[in-house]
């Protein structure tokens, strides 16, 4: 199913001589929306969702944030670096700031909170990576 | 990389008892994003951009309605049938007219646009599976 | 610091004849967008979250659509109808559900969600009205 | 139609003391979203497309990011404040490249780019303010 590779390599002027980088942040991104999404409507169906708020606040946030990062490194024609490195450090705080948020509940049994940690930590440094990368 | 089913198993009270239908339709409507988002800026790096007008606005269509869609499959908690089957007739409606017009360059050796238009596809089919399998 | 009257009446071929069903429409959309985004901000903050989680899946799903939907309408150049249809539909029906279950927390004094149902009331007239306005 | 003043005022708690500069920011980030939006399809309908392809994609990105930026402004709860200087800063930079873009279309009388770079700066100032209102 997966159509990504090929569209990077078949643009007609991509900025970044190296797509498997940009192909990486943009698939961590897109991950991390989905496990995002989704754990912010599973700390909704937990008993105690009090205790949930801050993880479904962050949940929200990194899910939009990831979104537009996303769809930013998904356009690969030569864009201003400046604009994609503040976005990619954006994402990359809220990715870090969710994923401790959520250790700390997977660390208590909560299974989705732990999973949506993982997607949060590799969509972190696949977004340092990519913003390592960027042709100034 | 890959946490959505692990994300959709651990959910605590999904509505969906075939989690997969929902993994895949989820999956599809990203693929799509991504695919339709870089179609959409190679369409912009082409020389002829005049004559891929028509492909440009259905892939930021697509690329919208997709990530919109995939969201909502994302919250596995029980929803409004008839909100989920709308926005699945309108995601696969749209990455119908889009692969259709994808498929047109593609046979005119537009690369990027053959891939566009598999990932459509592919899009408009999980949507009308997941349509299929709604709980009412 | 309004500017969008001005963007549909300078667009050089737009499809609608009449631009002000369809400012109305934009505009509804992203009233609406912000009145639900800042909805279940509100009702994550409420000391009874628990009795907010059906209004704040509702906010969600309702501030995801009416994005599209608005983002959609904003593209004033000839569009497939059937899908713009369909679109319009999926909001004016989720903002008919999440506009009855705000209602219900505004009656018992929840002022955010009051004003919410309201900003949603307008967006499912305005989008009805847009589909009304299409132009086949 | 407006609501958004009323639900930032109705919300139980706030970070900011001062709601005005926060529903300036949503305001004039959605504003932003619409007249990119707008002035993105409006560049694909001139007839010398390849001389907006820069200006399409500037209003593309400045669209997305403008959305995001909104929507974490709209919740008004307390949040990370580093994570919303950099979306904030991610924003302003976005909508300066747009609005440079911009205004020279519009000084060659397209009134559309005209229009769309008076949003972008105000968007930009608007951007501004709220960065240095940040409850740290």
Known sequence: M????????????????????????????FDCVEACTTC???????DDV??????????LDCADICGVTGRLIARPSPRDADVLRLQLQAC???CRACGDE???????????????????RACAEACDAMAGALVP
Chains 1, 2, 3, 4 share one sequence.
Do not use: N
């Not at 009090?50 to 949940?59: F, G, H, N």
């Open 2 to 29: 997966d159509h990504l590779d090929r569209m990077l390599e078949t643009h007609p002027h991509p900025a970044h001589s190296d797509g498997d980088i940009a192909s990486a942040c943009i698939r961590a991104c």
């Open 92 to 94: 990359a705080a809220i």
């Open 50 to 59: 009090q205790s949930m708020v801050a993880c479904i606040r962050l949940d």
């Open 40 to 46: 912010a409507d599973a700390c909704l169906a937990e």
């Open 102 to 120: 959520c250790e700390k509940h997977g660390r208590h049994g909560m299974e989705h909170c732990r999973v949506c940690a993982d997607a949060c």
